[in-house]
């Protein structure tokens, strides 16, 4: 499983420290290793239309005795095993078709095929139909019955225009009676049926809910027993179940899946035989899942959801790189435009709009300081990594005048781009809907059953070697919207997005170089502007 470089690696000196698994620029020999895995890949003829599908691979540098070599895993399973030859083995093999977990995932099959049985079974089917049968007879017999009530009542009205005993009067008032209660007593009547075939399928539908109460019972029991055979060691000796790494820290179970990815998988093979890693990465082979935003040998970060809680464990006691996207940053304000109400700075790429749970630092916590006084200012939001022109208002009034402007789409943004490749199309609109990627936030995807809608306007301003450098203006403003529009509406991603497409840059290449709008106290236009760094 210790692979030895193919290619020479004597003139690529060595990282000082093991990157960050969620924020990091490729090593060249991470980069050498990942040529060298996909080069296999590639001849591995038996898995061509699974790998075309698409799959997460890692590779992780490591230092055997002294000499250089690599280790590779993959995210989930491959060929429909966890253990395969070349690559690292996982974590606990739950593709194990006599482990507990396989035989107890049959046992909970048999359940959902009792299910399925029960819910189509013909007994079913029968008192479905019955109950269907008797509402629409009701209806019928009641309409009927209020029919001849209504008939009857009419000839009683025409024979009270003539000269009536009091007798006679009776007679009529008794048969309005009468006839009022065999129409009450028919509504009971099938209403005793209707109620009788209700509790029949009421019966059938608890004994499936006794079932599915079963299966969720045991799939959470087997969910809570499979995380706590996952254990993983730390830099430092320390073992602990992933099981316990979410609940101790997150207060909660870890997702579906979690410990199966390739970043946790290396690791732990490295820590376990003392090896010495080096440098780590995670990159997509093949298609691009529908929805999702993937790209053919594209580096990606560890997944946050699943990933980070047991890497920040397991990196204890080795040597890496902190996510410096999380470190407190005091530089103080580039104001480019102030007023009595507003003002609006030049946020620098790699610092929060407001604070977060992960933040130390954020344009909001620097204009209370700048403002002398806690609040709310921001009043929309840029990525952490897009630069240029944030607005934060001073008070009230206009802080809630702004955002219903931002609503109501009466404020115009324009951004500017590198975008990682040439580009068709001079100009044109890209209409994609997209909604979050709720296994793997912040993560967004496309979705156009689900998803919000997503508007942008582009303009291509230069063509470069390899690049373009776009205008965008978004019409609509979801998270992510330019960064997922750039990759699926223009096939190729901004440069140094780690996100959705490969992290090739110092920095994410989008800046938010303008914005317009009347000003909501004055009612005078107004344009600011703040050149791209780039």
Wanted: with cysteine.
């Amino acid at each position: 499983m210790f692979h030895k470089f193919l290619d020479d690696t004597s003139k690529i000196a060595l990282p000082e420290q093991l990157n960050c698994p969620t924020n990091y620029t490729p090593h060249p020999l991470a980069r050498m290793a990942a040529r060298q895995l996909m080069r296999y890949l590639e001849g591995k003829t038996e898995w061509a239309q699974e790998l075309q599908n698409g799959k997460m691979f890692g590779v992780l540098v490591v230092e055997k005795d002294g000499e250089l070599g690599f280790l590779a895993a993959f995210s989930g399973n491959l060929d429909g095993k966890s253990c395969i030859d070349y690559f690292v083995p996982p974590i606990y093999d739950c593709q194990d078709p006599q482990g507990t977990f396989k035989r107890e995932e049959r046992n909970i099959s048999i359940i959902n095929h009792n299910i399925d049985n029960e819910e189509h079974s013909i007994a079913r089917s029968d008192a479905q139909q019955n109950i269907q049968k008797l509402l629409l007879e009701r209806d019928n017999a009641i309409a009927a019955g209020k029919e001849i009530i209504k008939r009857k009542k009419a000839e009683r009205e025409a024979r009270r225009k003539e000269m009536l005993t009091a007798e006679d009067e009776a007679k009529l008032i008794r048969e309005s009676q009468y006839e009022k209660a065999e129409l009450h007593r028919l509504k009971l009547s099938y209403n005793t049926k209707i109620n009788e075939a209700q509790e029949r399928l009421q019966h059938i539908d608890n004994e499936i809910q006794k079932l599915k109460n079963e299966r969720h019972r045991r799939s959470i029991i087997l969910q809570r027993w499979l995380f706590s055979q996952y254990v993983v060691t730390n830099g430092l000796g320390a073992s602990r179940t992933i099981g316990d790494i979410f609940r101790l820290g997150l207060h909660r179970d870890p997702p579906s899946g979690t410990g199966e990815c390739a970043a946790p998988k290396l690791l732990q093979f490295a820590i376990r035989n003392n090896l010495k890693p080096i440098s780590l990465a995670e990159f997509w082979y093949g298609n691009s899942p529908r929805g999702v935003v993937r790209q053919h040998g594209a580096f990606y970060p560890a997944c946050h959801q699943k990933c980070e809680p047991i890497l920040g464990f397991m990196l204890e006691g080795i040597n890496h790189d902190a996510d410096k996207r999380f470190e407190r940053n005091t530089d103080a304000l580039e104001i480019i435009y102030e007023d009595a109400n507003m003002l609006a700075i030049n946020k620098p790429s790699g610092l929060a709009s407001v604070d977060g749970n992960e933040t130390a630092d954020s344009a909001e916590r620097r204009i209370s300081r700048y403002l002398g006084r806690e609040g709310h200012f921001v009043v929309h939001r840029l990525d952490m990594e897009t630069s240029g022109v944030l607005l934060a208002a001073k008070d009230e009034r206009t802080f809630s005048a702004l955002r219903a402007m931002f609503e109501q789409h009466k404020i115009s943004k324009t951004y500017i781009a590198i975008i990682s490749g040439n580009i068709a199309n001079n100009e044109g609109v890209i209409n994609i809907p997209i909604r979050p990627d709720l296994n793997d936030r912040p993560r967004q995807m496309v979705d156009s059953e689900h998803g919000k809608q997503a508007v942008t306007k582009y303009r291509v301003l230069e063509r470069m070697d390899g690049y373009t450098r776009v205008e965008f203006q978004p019409l609509t403003g979801r998270t992510h919207q330019l960064r997922v529009h750039s990759v699926v509406g223009l096939g190729y991603p901004i440069v140094g997005d780690n996100l959705y497409g490969s992290n090739n840059g110092k920095r994410l290449m989008l800046h938010a170089e303008q914005i317009a709008f009347i000003h909501p106290i004055t009612n005078q236009k107004l344009v600011i502007s703040c050149d791209a760094p780039f």
